[in-house]
């Protein structure tokens, strides 16, 4: 059984020289050190120079009626779908009406508000209510993550009849 051998291993390391705890520790440690870089290497994933994301359709000052066809336009990047790691590539986030930007150094959350499109998806449609929307466009990475420098476009405002 697990519990018993277990209790045994606790006893044992109880009884450990002192200098044999700090080993472990220097272990852990230095553990910790070895994988925290490679973490922040892994992401954020770089943006190349004249990267930018846009909307093709609306445009800023639209007024529209719903449902509203939304299409997404990308220069000097590609589009590949989510888990998809590709250099210089990312997939489309919508963001509606938002506040703020959401934290750009992990991985976007997925909301109302957030709309992924890690099919790699380069419009939409969308059911609005009528009013004024703010709309913005955020590319993400495979892992969901904005790249640095950021791609991010204008804030457009259309307004739903
Ligand atoms: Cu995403």
Known sequence: MAFPSQAVLLQ?????????????????ALLALLTIP??????????????AVYFISPQDGDKVSSPVKVRFGLRN??????????QHTGHHHLLIDMESLPA????????????????????T????????????????????????????SDVITIEVK
């Open 12 to 28: 044992y390391r109880d009884i450990q020289k002192p200098e044999e705890h700090l080993m472990t520790r220097l272990s852990i």
């Open 38 to 51: 490679a973490l922040h290497a892994a992401g954020p994933s770089p943006a190349p120079e004249g990267a």
């Open 77 to 86: 990047m590609g589009v590949a779908p989510a888990g998809v790691e590709r």
């Open 104 to 123: 750009l150094d992990q991985p976007l959350p997925a909301n109302e508000q957030v709309v992924h499109f890690g099919g790699g998806q380069t419009e």
């Open 125 to 152: 449609t969308l059911d609005l209510p009528a009013g004024k929307h703010r709309l913005q466009l955020l590319l993400g990475d495979h892992f969901h993550i904005p790249h640095n420098p950021p791609v991010l």
